[in-house]
């Protein structure tokens, strides 16, 4: 059992974060992809929902404000990132001026209330007109130059393509581009497989763009079932509960139901912690895990939308023959030397022995000839 001293038992669970090995390798890839890209790049992290994203991008963000630690204390006017969450739109349509005030908040920018609100006139005078957009977006941009973060993360990023019917899907993205352009800033967005719609939308953006495929644990994979027993055994370690229990005995229900997401899976032991908390319960039963489980249906859907996003992250023969085709190369790259090879003299070859050559023979019977 964990000691829990001075915390609330299920707090204590709540705070507890698991370095398993799929989350270090996306930690180390997105470290490196901030760090290495180009100016004003954009980064999409993908996964199914439940994967650990949110984890993933409050790991990174610790770890670029320790490493700028010292640059931080010298210069007050610097932060090390930017983080927000794209809200869902209320109407329908994805509000651009709130996503910039979100912003304009997040950077702590002062006289915030003018920029959103008003405006003050040529004589000092404070006047209520609200802000247009295009205005907001020019004062997030020149924050983020005064500022210099290291990245702008945006967090359930698939929001953004909550559009209106008449506007195409391409202006969304664009507008991050813009602004990632003009500020010479890593945008990193964070969401789900809807984010694979802005992947290709046009050529300028698949260049601009890096893919990081944050996948969750297959049962198809042996070495993927043995991680996620080692999670089990780990979690199992952490329950603050009197008396220990064997999660590995459940293993196929506690996979079944978290279709291998490990924050599914947390979240859904601190359900069933709570139930075993309020009854009194020494220990943690099948029974509490079973109460608090998601539905078929819903793991259904889930996993439905998990291959499909899976299936498109992953590019087969089929797609680089394509590719290949489009470029002219063909199957396969013939030198000079191979064309000079197969240009051999024709071969005459004699006829068999016995056999006369072949020719056009009169047809029909000989006409008697009278004198």
């Not at 109407?91 to 959103?116: C, T, V, Y």
């Not at 800033?185 to 964070?190: E, G, K, N, T």
């Not at 859907?301 to 394509?322: F, H, K, Q, T």
Request: proline residues 5%.
């Amino acid at each position: 059992m964990t000691a829990w001293a001075d915390v609330d038992p299920l707090q204590g669970f709540r705070c507890f974060t698991i370095a398993h090995p799929l989350l270090l390798e996306m930690k180390e890839r997105l470290l490196s992809a901030i760090k290495s890209a180009a100016p004003g790049s954009l980064i999409l992290v993908l996964g199914p929902t439940g994967v650990g994203k949110t984890t993933l991008r409050l790991k990174v963000e610790q770890l670029l404000t320790e490493e700028l630690l010292p640059s931080l204390e010298s210069d007050r006017g610097r932060i090390p990132f930017v983080s927000v969450n794209t809200m869902a739109p209320l109407n329908g349509n994805f509000s651009w001026k709130d996503h910039f005030a979100r912003l304009l908040r997040q950077m702590n920018e002062p006289l915030i209330d003018d920029k959103l609100n008003g405006e003050r006139n040529s004589r000092g005078q404070f006047t209520p007109a609200p802000r247009a957009g295009f205005e907001l977006q020019y004062a997030v941009e020149q924050a983020l130059r005064h500022r210099r973060p290291v990245a702008v993360f945006l967090d359930e990023a698939q929001h953004l393509g909550r559009i209106a019917s008449g506007r195409k899907l391409a202006d969304q993205l664009d507008v991050v581009k813009s602004m990632a352009s003009q500020t010479k800033i890593v945008h990193v967005l964070l969401g789900t497989y809807e984010l694979l719609a802005f992947r290709n939308l046009s050529g300028q953006l698949s260049r601009r763009s890096l893919d990081i495929h944050f996948r969750r644990y297959r049962c198809e994979e042996k070495r993927d079932l043995e991680i996620f027993h080692n999670i089990l055994l780990t979690f199992q370690a952490q329950l603050p509960l009197p008396e220990p229990c064997d999660l590995s005995l459940w293993i196929d229900l506690l996979y079944e139901c978290s279709i291998g997401c490990v924050g599914i899976l947390k979240e859904w032991l601190m359900r069933a912690l709570a139930i075993a908390l309020n009854e009194g319960k020494p220990t943690l039963y099948k029974r509490h895990l079973e109460r608090t489980a998601l539905s078929a249906s819903q793991c259904e859907r889930i996993l439905i939308e998990a291959r499909e996003g899976e299936v498109r992250l992953n590019e087969d023969d089929a797609s680089r023959s394509r590719l290949r085709n489009l470029l002219g190369i063909g199957e396969a790259i013939t030198t000079p030397t191979d064309v000079q090879a197969q240009r051999r003299a024709p071969v005459h070859t004699k006829g068999r022995c016995a056999r006369r050559n072949p020719k056009r023979d009169k047809v029909g019977l000989p006409v008697p000839a009278y004198a």
